[in-house]
């Protein structure tokens, strides 16, 4: 669960179904499982949502927490998003109105408005599958 760990940060691989901490008291989150089980304290500089997986990074005091925090209102941050798709969304005969179909890149939101992700710069970027399976077409669909 530990990826990386120095006197002032830790990075734990946050299991998609944990939230970042727990809601109500008494509930786990990977916060309260480090002080649980690794008799850590840490302060939450960026959060995922429960049912994402990914790289938790984690402040190990107040002042890193501080400093974190000066680069995410500055704009400063990269976050950088990847996910998995069932079909190549970069094709063209894929795209449907509605959909997500290419990738965003240097998303940014202004501070406090409440709209997309933190005041951070955020890219994604699709992973088109590796290998179709038999009698898929190029964007996934079954054929019969």
């Avoid at 944990?18 to 959060?47: I, K, M, N, Q, Y």
């Avoid at 927490?65 to 969304?89: C, I, M, N, P, W």
């Avoid at 094709?91 to 992700?117: I, Y």
């Avoid at 699709?126 to 898929?136: E, F, K, V």
């Amino acid at each position: 669960m530990i990826l990386h760990q120095d006197a002032d940060w830790i990075a734990v691989d946050k299991p998609s179904g944990l939230a970042t901490h727990g809601g109500h008291p008494g509930e786990l989150g990977a916060v309260e499982w480090l002080a649980l089980h690794r008799d850590l304290e840490t302060f939450v500089v960026s959060r995922l949502d429960v049912a994402t997986s990914g790289v938790l990074w984690l402040a190990r005091h107040r002042e890193a927490s501080g400093r974190a925090q000066r680069v995410h209102e500055e704009g400063l941050a990269l976050k950088t998003y990847e996910f998995l798709s069932a079909v190549d969304a970069r094709q063209p005969d894929c795209r449907t109105a509605g959909r997500a179909t290419t990738p965003s890149t240097n998303v940014r939101r202004t501070p406090g408005s409440g709209a997309g992700p933190s005041p951070a710069r955020a890219a994604s970027r699709a992973t088109p599958p590796r290998s179709r399976a038999a009698g898929a077409t190029r964007c996934g669909a079954t054929r019969r």
